[in-house]
């Protein structure tokens, strides 16, 4: 068995957060997880309300920016491993208010690593702060080509300039403080929790209802698509295995044109709500494009391929599926979720 250790996730209540501390809680009973969350309107203790009475998990409010704070929680639980997930990372979002993302994605991600070097600096041994960031850092392909890990940081939108700027700070954290650090950088992530803001779970939300499908631009972006759960998976294989100071790159593998997704979901909806075929394709309607738009995102997975053995376990058919499911059997979830400032931000954005 594992030996026993502290360890905080930020970003829990999260997307990715809640499967990576589901993973985590439950296969790990000797670590004690400590989930930091600022519940913003992306944070839903609901996530993990199965996890509420485990006797190894703590959920903590409160905000990665505030210095004070952090500062009394290293003090307090000395924290041994941090996965930092806790983010701004909706890109539509970042275009209308970018402070917001500097603030939380950069300021946060300092603060925390200011805690974590001042709780360790005599002794790093056997401690790793975990940076979970995106494959946006890099930027856009045209039709070919692959990022890998050495390919030069070139971000286009606020999000990525901020997630960028994170990672470089890790980055040089490890180069002055010799602060032990992992990143990785991974594609679009799909599966169930996910905020009906992101363009699969808001599609699935918007055929249940008839609405309006808003493609952007002529729908020609292309992008990785990766199972939340198998990226779960990836992360606890790189905080335990990984080599401490590098990159990793995740991704499935799975690269699809957002029309060719958008009319696979409708396929996949229309049969499981028993519609006519191609019924949902008729809510599809092309709106203005989001401005700075990146064409294309592929990763090249082969390094955590090769060296940590992953690969994603389901094919992307299987994990929409999957999901689909889960929106399905989970109304209620989404119904909570859609409350008034959910609205507010919809209008504001599709009108
Ligand atoms: P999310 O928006 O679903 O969740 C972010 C979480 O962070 C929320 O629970 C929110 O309450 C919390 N949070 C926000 N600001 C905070 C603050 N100041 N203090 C404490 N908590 C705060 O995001 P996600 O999609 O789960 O992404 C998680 C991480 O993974 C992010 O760092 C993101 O950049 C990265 N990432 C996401 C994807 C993707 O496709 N979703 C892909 C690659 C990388
Ligand atoms: O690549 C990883 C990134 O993937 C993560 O770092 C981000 O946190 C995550 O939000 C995601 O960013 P994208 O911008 O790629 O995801 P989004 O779901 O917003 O959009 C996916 C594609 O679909 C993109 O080309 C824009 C398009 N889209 C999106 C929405 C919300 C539409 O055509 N219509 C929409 O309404």
């Known amino acids: 068995m594992s030996r026993s250790k502290t360890i905080l996730i930020t970003g829990g209540a999260g997307f990715i957060g809640s499967h990576v501390v589901r993973l985590f809680v439950q296969k790990y009973p000797n670590y004690h997880i400590y989930n930091l969350d600022a519940l913003t309107y992306a944070g839903n203790l609901e996530n993990l309300s199965d996890l509420e009475n485990q006797p190894n998990y703590t959920f903590i409010k409160g905000d990665i920016t505030d210095e004070l704070f952090i500062q009394e929680l290293f003090d307090t639980y000395k924290f041994e491993g941090v996965i930092h997930l806790a983010a701004e990372s909706h890109v539509d979002r970042s275009i209308t208010d970018p402070l917001a993302f500097v603030k939380t994605n950069v300021i946060g991600t300092i603060v925390l690593l200011n805690a974590f070097k001042d709780c360790w600096k005599d002794d790093f041994e056997d401690k790793l702060f975990y940076h979970i960031s995106t ?192 929106y399905l059997n989970n109304k209620r979830w989404l119904a909570n979720i859609i409350n008034g400032a959910y609205q507010a931000y919809y209008q504001k954005q599709y009108g």
């Open 135 to 326: 494959d946006e850092v890099y930027g856009t392909l045209g039709e070919t080509g692959l990022f890998i890990e050495t390919t030069p940081y070139d971000p286009n939108s606020p999000y990525s300039a901020s997630k960028a700027s994170s990672d470089h700070f890790v980055r040089a954290y490890g180069e002055t403080y010799k602060l032990p650090y992992v990143i990785s950088n991974c594609s679009n992530n799909y599966g169930q929790n996910q905020f009906p803001e992101k363009l699969i779970p808001l599609f699935i939300n918007n055929i249940i209802n008839n609405k309006p499908l808003p493609v952007y631009g002529d729908g020609n972006y292309t992008r990785d698509w990766l199972y939340v759960k198998d990226h779960a998976i990836a992360i606890d294989l790189i905080f335990h295995k990984g080599k401490q100071g590098e990159t990793y790159n995740i991704g499935g593998f799975n690269e699809w044109k957002n029309i060719d997704l958008v009319k696979l979901l409708c396929k996949q909806m229309d049969q499981k709500l028993n519609r006519a075929s191609k019924a949902s394709e008729q809510l599809i309607t092309f709106v203005k494009d989001r401005p700075g738009h990146d064409l294309r995102y592929a990763i090249d997975a082969s390094k955590i391929k090769n060296e940590l053995s992953w690969e994603p376990s389901v094919t992307f058919e299987q994990g929409l599926e999957l999901t689909i499911d889960w």
